[in-house]
Nanobody, 122 residues
Framework: QVQLVESGGGLVQPGGSLRLSCAAS????????MGWYRQPPGKLRELVAH???????NYADSVKGRFTISRDNAKKTVYLQMNSLKPEDTAVYYC????????????????WGQGTQVTVSS
């Protein structure tokens, strides 16, 4: 079981940037895929980006070119760099430890962080 703790959320103006971090515990971090999800107010949770154990990445169309997911296996941490933020990026962001099918599809696991709030507003 991997335990996850997100940080880095906050209030930012449109066009601004934030970097979210997700610190993991457990010895299996380097072999699991990691995903960032978000849940806007009143909406379902959606997958934003994921990264394989080897560093292969995928992004939702809504964030391509603006968000970058990365990982540091030595620090057991996954990051989400968010640039050119828009009001529609406002959500609670969660990280997840899962797996990745050979097709590239992310399969979420049962380990979730508590979430970090990102609010984009002027």
């Amino acid at each position: 079981q991997v335990q996850l703790v997100e940080s880095g959320g906050g209030l930012v103006q449109p066009g601004g940037s934030l970097r979210l971090s997700c610190a993991a515990s457990g010895s299996i971090f380097s072999i699991v895929a990691m995903g960032w999800y978000r849940q806007p107010p009143g909406k379902l949770r959606e997958l934003v980006a994921h990264i394989s154990s080897a560093g292969n990445t995928n992004y939702a169309d809504s964030v391509k070119g603006r968000f970058t997911i990365s990982r540091d296996n030595a620090k057991k941490t996954v990051y989400l760099q968010m640039n050119s933020l828009k009001p529609e990026d406002t959500a609670v962001y969660y990280c997840n430890a899962g797996s990745r099918y050979s097709s590239g599809t992310y399969n979420p696991g049962g380990s979730w962080g508590q979430g970090t709030q990102v609010t984009v507003s002027s």
